[in-house]
Structures are given as structure tokens and as C-alpha cells.
């Protein structure tokens, strides 16, 4: 099993890595989803580990846009349960690529599971200062971001195995589905925290986020008036809203809060 400090000699490959996925960033924003999903494709060929950090990091909507829109999520999904056989640290969301931190990442996950410590899945809505909740439990608790899924949309049974393993967090908005939940559960993660948000607000802070993020989810962007107010333009996303009371609804009875809290 290889992990990036093993594989210095990949650090050439990123510049070539960061080529392809610009290309493919490029076709996505002229909505060439086919074209997209071959740049990043032949990034993660170049270099499997880096490719997929940085994606999962920086360009997870484009990425998984690419994979699931051109048919290709089951098949990506089994390829990563294979690729982390060969190359132990792509599921390491690191803050950068270079090797020595992504090893001393790892050091903490494994001094955190010797420590007893359990790993923490919070699944959060869309639009719900998720960023900020996972900043507590990541910097605050010292407990590194793992990934157990693709992206927000499929859970991969293998990495959930070691996820459960404990000393980790990741914060993802992760598909409500019925198999997701299956393989969590079927992992040992009985327990997850849902971090949720009034659907109405999520849906307004969806607006503003399609505002200053221009070309980033270009499929939304075409149903919306940009000079109309943000009014207008939550009212023709109302799909959105009803997609995410429908989020809150699938994942309350799988996991039912704890008695103890209250609304």
C-alpha cells in the first residue's frame, strides 16, 4: 500500500494533474459534461491521491456533476474502494498536497483511535454553515477530515469500514438515500449528527451562493433572472426547497433525534 510520502516522485505529476483538471473545470463551466468528466478522469490517472483531495476539497460540485451526469457514479464509486488498496491517503481531506502534512494527518488519526476516540459523521443540509460546524469539531476536537463516500453522493462500503475505525470527522451534505444509510449502519455508524437549517433560509443562502459563485452550478443558473430580486429568484428554485424538506424528511426516521433534545 503506497501513501503520498511513499510516492514523492508523484509530485511531478501535479502540475500535469492541475492541467486536466482546469480543462475540465473549463468544460463543465461550457456545460460539456462528457468533456469535463474526461479531464478529470485522466487527472485521476496521472495522480489518483492528489486528484481526488483536490477535487474533493476545492471543485466537489464539478466533480461529482461530471461523474453522476455522464452515467459513470457506480463505477467511479468501486474504482476508489480499489484505488485506497494502493494509495492508503486518498480519502485524507488535507488543507494542502504536501506529503509530510498528509502523513502527520494520519499520524493524528491513528493517535486518536489509540486514544479511544470515536469518529464523528456530521451530515449537514445544504446551505447550513456547515463549514463553520465542521471547523469546531475538526480544529477544535483534532479529529482529521476522512472521507467514507464519494463526494455528497454515494457512500463507499469499504472506506465506512474504516471510517468507523474511529479519530476521525467529515462533514458532507450526503445523499439521503436509502443504500447510503444501509452501508453506514451496516459499517457501525449507528450514530450520526444531521445538522439542519429552516429549508426557507437554506433556500435564500442558495441564492446568494449562485450569485457570487458564478459558473459553478451553471444548470441552476440558467433558471434564474440574475437582474431580478432575490425574491424572484428563490420562488423559481422552489424545487430546491422541496428537496431539501425532503432530505430532512428521509433521514429523520433512520436516525430519530435523541431524546434529550428538544426543537
Known sequence: MRTTLHNIAGLRHWSRADCLIQKALQ???GEDIPQAYEHF?????????????KCAGWHAPQFTTAVSGTGNAEHFTGWLEVLREEYADINVLCNTSHPIRIMRTMHLRERNIARDLPSLALVTQAKSGSISVSAIFDGGFRLPSVMYSFMS??????WACDYARGGACYTTHLVASER????LQAAGLHKIIVHVRDPRQALVSFV????KYAGQLPKFERRI??????????????DVYQREVQWISALTPAYPPHPEIRS
Do not use: F, W
Request: glycine share 2%; with cysteine.
Open 208 to 211: 446568494h451562493h449562485l450569485d
Open 41 to 53: 478522469m485522466a487527472a485521476m490517472q496521472v495522480n489518483p491521491a492528489y486528484t481526488y483531495r
Open 153 to 158: 453522493r454515494d457512500v463507499i462500503s469499504g
Open 180 to 183: 447510503n444509510i444501509a452501508r
Open 27 to 29: 468544460a463543465h463551466a
Open 225 to 238: 433572472d440574475r437582474c431580478s430580486t432575490v425574491e424572484k429568484k428563490s420562488a423559481q428554485l422552489m
